[in-house]
């Protein structure tokens, strides 16, 4: 083993408004002071329950992925179990999150993606 990871770095047009659209969506403290990093306008971060940390980085002239273009990748994507998939999918529209694919109805899984464009998938837990 080389080294631990520290966290998962999102970029996007806004960091803080990112931030709380995962918490919203993940539960967790937004923003707690650590000594690893520094929090401002174009950092943020999001400790979740279940120890994962996410940061944000804000980045001017940001892309979004378009998921499934592979001229615009997704890069990466967050999986994220759920024990109700259709009242999953109406809180996260609601937060902000854009239905990519629902599937055919025989799948257990729904793609979405974030304010910011990152692809995440919410799947029956």
């Known amino acids: 083993m080389i080294g631990n990871l520290q966290c998962v770095v999102l970029d996007c047009p806004d960091a803080p408004a990112l931030a709380r659209f995962y918490r919203s969506l993940l539960g967790g403290e ?18 979740t329950g279940s120890g994962l940390v996410l940061a944000f980085q804000g980045v001017r002239e940001y892309r979004p992925p378009r998921w499934p273009d592979p001229a615009r990748p997704q890069q990466f994507h967050l999986d994220i179990d ?19 694919d629902a599937g055919d109805g025989t799948r257990g899984w729904h793609i979405y993606a974030d304010p910011a464009g990152h692809p995440f998938c919410l799947l029956r837990g």
Request: no cysteine; hydrophobic share 45%.
């Open 82 to 100: 759920v024990a109700d998939l259709d009242r999953a999918r109406r809180q996260v529209l609601q937060l902000g999150a854009t239905l990519l």
């Open 30 to 47: 937004l923003n707690r002071p650590d000594p690893r990093w520094s929090l401002d306008d174009d950092w943020a971060t999001l400790h």
